[in-house]
């Protein structure tokens, strides 16, 4: 069965700590996956694309990667201004439609 | 570029009332999605649009909920009855269509309390 898993459930940082988030799915025939931002009362905001294993996307702190398997979101020194719930979305099932993982929250401690 | 627009932002009602929810989606997307979203889990689609033909509506509970995208452009969704178990953010996006799946934009959503 096709499935999209997100870890941690929670990750709570200190100011300038860096660490990454890991999104994985059984997908077979990946038509690329997608990494959200979505802040407490707001819809998903969209960050990245990935196509392909091997590819890279920046933005600011924020660093997503994309193998055969899954894909990390690195974030470089974090700030507390990036708190948020993240989440993975991948391409299961018809056309145009997407299966989104369950989010990791991540608080960044000043 | 102006964005996805939904209303109301908060509605609270009584099991067993209707409530509709109103979405307008980027000017130009052909396909729009409704989803779900329970507090903490990640959204959960619930029908798909492209252009004003249902493509996806497999997870949709047709007993009570409907919805409907007129025109090609707006698109609304209703509960009819309501039941508690339908607390949660409803959650208009929109996308690009073509070859390859394109990235969705969301409304703010509209979060719904059922008591």
């Known amino acids: 069965e096709d499935q999209v898993t997100q870890s941690p459930e929670a990750l709570r940082l200190q100011e300038g700590e860096s660490s990454s988030l890991n999104c994985s799915y059984t997908?077979?025939?990946?038509?690329?996956l997608f990494w959200y931002r979505q802040d407490p009362g707001k819809g998903p905001e969209f960050l990245f694309t990935?196509?392909?294993a091997g590819e890279e996307k920046e933005k600011e702190r924020l660093k997503a990667t994309l193998t055969k398997k899954e894909s990390f979101l690195h974030i470089t020194a974090p700030k507390p201004e990036d708190s948020a719930t993240y989440l993975c979305?991948?391409?299961?099932?018809?056309?145009?439609?997407?299966?989104f993982g369950t989010g990791t929250k991540l608080q960044v401690i000043p | 570029e102006a964005g996805v627009a939904q209303s109301p932002r908060y509605k609270i009602i009584e099991k067993r009332q209707s409530v509709a929810f109103w979405c307008n989606p980027i000017?130009?997307?052909?396909?729009l999605y409704w989803y779900q979203q329970i507090l903490g889990q990640g959204p959960k689609l619930l029908i798909q649009?492209?252009?004003?033909?249902?493509?996806?509506d497999s997870q949709l509970p047709k007993d009570r909920f409907s919805a409907e995208r007129l025109k090609g452009v707006d698109s609304t969704l209703k509960i009819q009855p309501a039941k508690l178990e339908d607390s949660a953010v409803y959650l208009c996006?929109?996308?690009?269509?073509?070859?390859?799946?394109?990235?969705?934009?969301f409304g703010p959503g509209t979060r719904l309390t059922v008591t």
């Open positions: 990935l196509y392909s």
């Open positions: 997908v077979s025939g990946l038509r690329g």
């Open positions: 000017s130009g997307h052909a396909t």
């Open positions: 649009f492209q252009n004003n033909g249902v493509v996806d």
């Open positions: 996006a929109s996308s690009r269509t073509g070859r390859v799946t394109y990235e969705q934009y």
């Open positions: 979305a991948v391409p299961i099932g018809g056309y145009q439609k997407v299966t």
